[in-house]
């Protein structure tokens, strides 16, 4: 572009780089639109290939490490089989260790958030994105069977039931029966207080505060100090119900 | 034989190279060489009581020590200790025999192997430079060999197969220094040794090459020894284009007329001229000898008889998409290379013709396809070289008119050599070139006219036509499985590139409230942890196919090296269902099942593995503890944090280990100092910020081994050192309470 002389060429010179600029940004996001759609397409194949042609893929060792790579590259999960009517019946297969290593895998994701401890509806919603559009999507039942499975690695990973609802802990650590009030307490609104816990539980205040600060030095319940009246709230990021309603 | 060594992690298994995955395991082997052979500097007759390792490139023998001694300070290579690791690269087998010796014992079951070594006793790969072919004795004591034998077979074919791909095209970068060094005075020998190719040679590749040693190194120390050997050692009527590529460094040389002095032998050795001819052209000058073999080998082929100048006239189009799938699928069809040998002119990065005097035979027409697409991987380097480069060029570039025809032909390359994206950006970004090497070179055209292809919408034409490219190569890759896997290379890099790309603006995309497609971030996890997967990821996992009997001791290995990176990001501990989740996910599609892990968890000290450790914690919890978690420095560290500060300068630092526990503390005026008591969170802070429940299992077991001693009181539960045994306690004066 050549610069005329003074001030209008200044003027030209400035607007036909805004006019480049905008034409690159323009260039940008339709190549970046274009690549998302070649990407929602290389997933949808790549989760096809995982399981439509399984055993081909494991039988051939280079091909199997390059398919794993292109996996995990885009985010795909290669463990995909679909449940058989003798894995439901007997057990056998690896329908139910795959589900196992999807369901530890959710537990990990969210253990910063929730402490380890993860209800049952969210984790079945996560591991069900994880498996993308292609399979069928997990029942509960197949989760609480996948988790049995896992008892053989010993403790630290099982199914707790408080207040009716049942919940995943994949932190090794005693719930003792003063924590399980509290979430049973927490459990209607998805947080409490220590003046809450003394009138629902009728305990005292120091056994109130007690459970709670130990719940959250273990991460499962966040302190929140901004409620309207000072009052400190105690947040249960695992008890997911009420949000999920709510949203 | 010398055999290289192989490489060992810490834990004894084999460290396996790019793109190296395991296919089988034979145990109980024994090495038994011709004469004395091993290790450089541990020969012997023979390596006794070891379990081979088959992969797709190397056979690795191993050393099966029930249990490889500790050392003070473990080795980071394998061969600490005695374990030795010896590997034998398949391409370099000959040949794989089994025989059986019936003794009074039993039956003594052999492979024997002929392997293909130098004159140091070393092996080289089949495409190298042998002298004689020495034989290697495996003799198996366990199993019986039959299975392992047809797999090496089959992996032995394909490691030499691709060992000739590879060799042919590395050799035309080593092209000037091997003719520099074999110093031959043959003229055919000189001038074919730089110009060594095998079968599978592609100009593409080539040139792509050359593009980026162009971009590398001077011009000026490439046409040194290569142009001035070459240039020397060419005579005038051999017809060699070495002249101008001496000029561009190129180590390629294109030979497209029979030499004649090796044509005159042939003739004299009464094969006829047009057949001689061919097959010198085919076998590129190598020698006499080479040229005689493919003539026996092939001359059944129509139209060897051909007189050599006239065949282009009669092979325009067709040949382009033969030469095409035969250089995809790089197979050894030596017609289809004939023809492609033609196109020699067009491997020079600048396009330029041979000189005047040969143009006769080679038409436009035919020469165009590879042209375009060579002169795009050159010419895009035109603008860089340009000032450095087309001072030597001796011809200018022709305009070379291309018709859909030609463009039509280069569609099915760029799905086969490599990302399709690059190629179609070098194809396309061709034309930009010209517009700024407009002085001294001529200007490529593409289809379009010229206004179409320059600037702005140039641009956006070409990233269009990326864009579409990469979508054509996913489409066509996915249709069945066989192409998927044929294109696999070229998909993982398109798989790495979207990564790349997208899970940097991801994040931003998603934070900029994108609706985007879907709606839904589609990567699950964060990008670190997918990172971390990636990164963690095993190429080669244990299965029972590949080890057979020794599965367990074999994965329990491989569990080792795998979690020595996550166990340090957690603080030394990890619960086993964590493990299990990392493991099978690094691990892809091959699942190990809990069990599996269980039973591998515990051969940890059978393995020989350093330092990690199964423990079962007293709440019924199993975890892995890493090396910084063992009772005895979490005994020491725990003892450290209970004695009192010494009270005078004169004591010296509490000591470590078992002294603490029987040594009286240092004594002040009055009786001794309790010193501090510990909390769970104390400890947990102490040790490094694990867990209060991993804390309190420690304290537990200081408790059992006597270090400590506890207090239950109404401030809680606190630990202290355990006077009852350091201090001398006067009975009398505490029966007075």
Known sequence: ?247 | MILPAAQLTPSGRPVLQQGEVEVSLLDKVDLEFQLVGGLAGQLAESYKNGYAILTNRRLIWVDAEPIPLVTAAPAAGGASSGVRAASLPLAAVVACNKKVQYTLKGAKVRLMLEVYTDGQRQPVPASGFHTKIDILGIRCRGPAPDAFKTQMEEQVRQAVAADATSSSAAQTPRAPGSASGSGSSDIGSASGGAGQLGAHWSPLRTGLRQKSQLSDSSLTVGVGPGGSQTAAALPPGSGVVVGATANTQSPVIAEVRPDPVMLQQMVEMGFARNRAARSLVATKNRGAQEAIDYLLAYGDQPGMDEPLDQSPATRPAGPPQAAAASWGTASTQQPAFDTASRFYPAIFPFSIPPPAGNDNPYEPSSQSPYGAVLCSGGAATAGAMEPAGFGGMAAPQPQLPLTAKHLSALRPLSHQYGSAPELVRSAAASPSVPGSAAGSSGSLDLVIGPSRTIGVAGIVKREQQKTAESGRAVEQAFRDLSALMSSAASMVALAEKFRGVLGVDGAPGAAAGAAGPGGEDPLLMDLETQQQLIALGISSPVTRETAGARYHIELSRQLADFLATPLQRVGGLMSLPDVYCLFNRARGAELVSPDDLLQAAKLFARAGVQGLRLRPLSSGVLVIQGPQHSEEQVCTKIAQLTTPPPPSSTVSASPAGADLLDKPPPRGNGPPLLGPGLSVSDVALALGGISVAIATEHLLMAEARGIVCRDDGPEGLRFYRNFFRQDRLDTAALMGF
Not at chain 1, 24 to 29: A, L, M, N, R, S
Not at chain 1, 63 to 87: E, Y
Not at chain 1, 222 to 228: F, L, R, T, Y
């Open chain 1, 1 to 247: 572009m050549r610069r005329g002389p003074g001030i209008a060429g200044l003027q030209h010179a400035a607007r036909t780089k805004e006019q480049f600029k905008l034409t690159g940004e323009e260039v940008k996001k339709n190549t970046l639109q274009a690549m998302h759609e070649q990407l929602a397409a290389f997933r949808a194949n790549l989760e096809e290939f995982a399981r439509k042609h399984r055993a081909d893929i494991r039988r051939d060792p280079v091909f199997r490490a390059q398919f794993h790579t292109m996996c995990a590259n885009i985010g795909v999960d290669p463990l995909a089989s679909n449940k058989s009517l003798w894995a439901s019946t007997l057990g056998f297969g690896d329908y139910y260790y795959e589900l196992g290593v999807q369901v530890v895998e959710a537990c990990l994701a969210t253990r910063s958030v929730n402490g380890g401890i993860m209800d049952l509806a969210s984790l079945l919603k996560y591991v069900n994105r994880r498996r993308g559009s292609q399979g069928e999507p997990v029942s509960e039942d197949d989760v609480v069977r996948a988790i049995s499975k896992l008892k053989v690695l010993g403790g630290g990973f099982d199914l707790v039931t408080i207040g009716g609802h049942q919940y995943v802990r994949s932190v090794p650590g005693e719930l003792n029966l003063d924590k399980n009030k509290a979430l049973e307490v927490a459990q209607g609104r998805g947080y409490t207080s220590v003046a809450e816990m003394c009138t629902a539980a009728g305990w005292p205040k120091s056994r109130a505060e007690d459970v709670l600060q130990a719940l959250t030095r273990e991460g499962i319940a966040w302190v929140d100090d901004g409620a309207p009246d000072g009052l400190r709230l105690y947040w249960f990021p695992c008890l997911g119900g009420g949000l999920d309603q709510a949203a």
